[in-house]
Nanobody, 125 residues
């Protein structure tokens, strides 16, 4: 069993930055085998894919709306994945969830076996 805990959300003005962290417990040395993803859900909208990083950390995948502004990284020794968010916009306001999968379909929510509780990010205009 893997537990994921997000932290680092908050309120920021447009153009500002935040860094989210997602700490995993339970996977031990197998954490590096998981593809880690970030999803977000804005009020009244469906949860959507934001970014993912492959299990070896060599490949990253971003949704178009965050390319050039968000950066995902991982520290397998610390069982932690990070999401650096720069140049934030009001439309980035959402609850951000990290998730873990051993599968290859990183865009598909149903492929993710484990989810965090979510972290609120609010960007004011």
């Amino acid at each position: 069993q893997v537990q994921l805990v997000e932290s680092g959300g908050g309120l920021v003005q447009a153009g500002g930055s935040l860094r989210l962290s997602c700490a995993a417990s339970g996977p031990g040395r197998t954490f590096s085998r998981y593809t880690m993803g970030w999803f977000r859900q804005a009020p009244g909208k469906e949860r959507e894919f934001v970014v993912a990083i492959s299990w070896i950390g060599g490949r990253t995948y971003y949704t178009d709306s965050v390319k050039g502004r968000f950066t995902i990284s991982r520290d397998n020794a610390q069982n932690t994945v990070y999401l650096q968010m720069n140049s934030l916009k009001p439309e980035d306001t959402a609850v951000y969830y990290c998730a873990a999968t051993l599968g290859n379909e990183y865009l598909v929510m149903s492929q993710y076996n484990y989810w965090g509780q979510g972290s609120q990010v609010t960007v004011s205009s």
